[in-house]
């Protein structure tokens, strides 16, 4: 368990930081003002990606009946399983770590398909393109949570591109 906390930046010791900007002082305030033990930040992740699935599951079945409700429950379900690993290290923290350059892609990726989806649904009324863009959310979320796995990304990269080499 103290191994997967370090890996998400999680310690129990108070650790001092050297670099003390702005986001760093409102971080500690923040970890001041909202101890959360790590059994309630696993319990704050439980809750957020079960909201997140009861959301997506919804999503699925209002496809069937109003694309533009399935557009809105898709992305909030898919909002929700990103607040959810907010959980799992402090917010700030979270943040931090989305500015990163192996994260930076996955995000900007995946905050363009979150309004792509409404694009499609609310402004070019393209039900497909909605469709797509949901795909490519989920998509966008996994090689985010990727991106906290040591060499995960590169090993995935190499096996696709494998993929790829042999059916052509």
């Known amino acids: 368990m103290k191994s997967f906390k370090k890996t998400i930046g999680v310690s129990d010791d ?10 760093s002082s409102v971080g ?3 970890k001041k003002a909202t101890k959360m033990s790590w059994t309630n930040r696993l319990i704050g992740f439980g809750i957020c990606s079960g909201l997140a699935i009861l959301f997506i599951v919804l999503a699925c079945i209002m496809a ?3 694309k533009a409700v399935f557009a809105v429950f898709f992305t909030c379900g898919m909002i929700l399983a990103v607040v959810g690993t907010f959980f799992l290290a402090d ?21 363009l398909s979150f309004a792509l989806t409404f694009c499609a649904v609310f402004w070019w009324d393209l039900a497909g393109l909605a469709f797509l863009f949901a ?34």
């Open 91 to 111: 917010p700030i923290k979270q943040i931090k770590n989305i500015l990163e350059p192996q994260r930076i892609i996955a995000v900007i990726a995946l905050i």
């Open 14 to 23: 108070e650790e001092d930081d050297d670099r003390k900007g702005i986001l």
């Open 64 to 66: 069937f009946f109003n």
């Open 135 to 168: 795909a490519i959310q989920v998509i966008c979320f996994i090689w985010y949570c990727i991106t906290y796995i040591p060499y995960a990304q590169s090993c995935i990269a190499n096996s696709c591109l494998t993929i790829c080499k042999g059916l052509c």
């Open 28 to 30: 500690d305030g923040f």
